[in-house]
């Protein structure tokens, strides 16, 4: 497979950085071809806006979603994130390596979505979950936290970790039609011992190596929807946060 790795850390030398390079190796012995997008050493500019099209489409009132749109069709978007797309493009799995900061994703990484996932390429009318752009690709968040796995446990103080993660994995990835892995999460590594992050390491590499036979994040099909995109009467809801009301 041609994977991506879009990696959002301003260390080499964390717990992060370690991940990265530990998946780069992996991956590649494993005979996949590998592409790394290290935001912070790119200096990726996180804010989307209308220096993100060569022309604007109309002076006078932006919008970024129209913006976006018809720079994709005109073939106008802005060169840094036409990159950034052509790696995507190419990819087959994408991995997102990023420190849990305030629980989501570090600025920079959000700004790489909304700059990269632009209307018109990750999204458009009557493309999404099911029947998204991205169907066929895999997706999976490689990931930090600075608190313990019992702090976000479903019973625990900061709420069950793939809660925490719903809004990545369905509202970016399945929306974009994804299939998504489980995340790796690598609790609160700074806290450990050598022992105890070689031990986390250990667990990514397993992680890597059985990609293709992990089952993936379950998520409702559209046919367990109605007209109003609620749960139909009767069906038992399975995925993320959702539950039957």
Known sequence: MNILIVYAHPEPTSFNGAMKDLAVQTLTAQGHSVTVADLYTMGWNAVAGPSDTAVRADPDRFSLAREQTIAMESGTIAADIAAEQDRLTRADMVIFQFPVWWFG?????????????????????????????????????????????????????????????????????????????????????????????????????????????????????????????????????????????
């Open 105 to 245: 994703m570090p600025a920079i990484l959000k700004g790489w979505v909304d700059r990269v996932f632009a209307r018109g390429y990750a999204y458009r009318p009557g493309r999404k979950y099911d029947t998204g752009m991205f169907k066929g690709k895999l997706a999976m968040l490689a990931t930090t936290t600075g608190t313990s796995a019992d702090t976000y446990a479903p019973d625990g103080i900061d709420g069950d970790i793939l809660t925490l993660l719903w809004p990545v994995h369905n509202g970016l990835l399945r929306y974009t039609g994804f299939d998504v892995l489980p995340p790796y999460v690598a609790y609160m590594p700074a806290r450990e011992d050598e022992a105890g992050r070689a031990l986390q390491l250990e667990g990514y590499r397993q992680r890597l190596e059985s990609i293709e036979t992990t089952p993936h994040l379950f998520f409702h099909s559209a046919e367990d929807y109605g007209p109003n995109e609620r749960l139909k009467p009767g069906v038992l809801a399975r995925s993320g946060q959702q539950r039957n009301v």
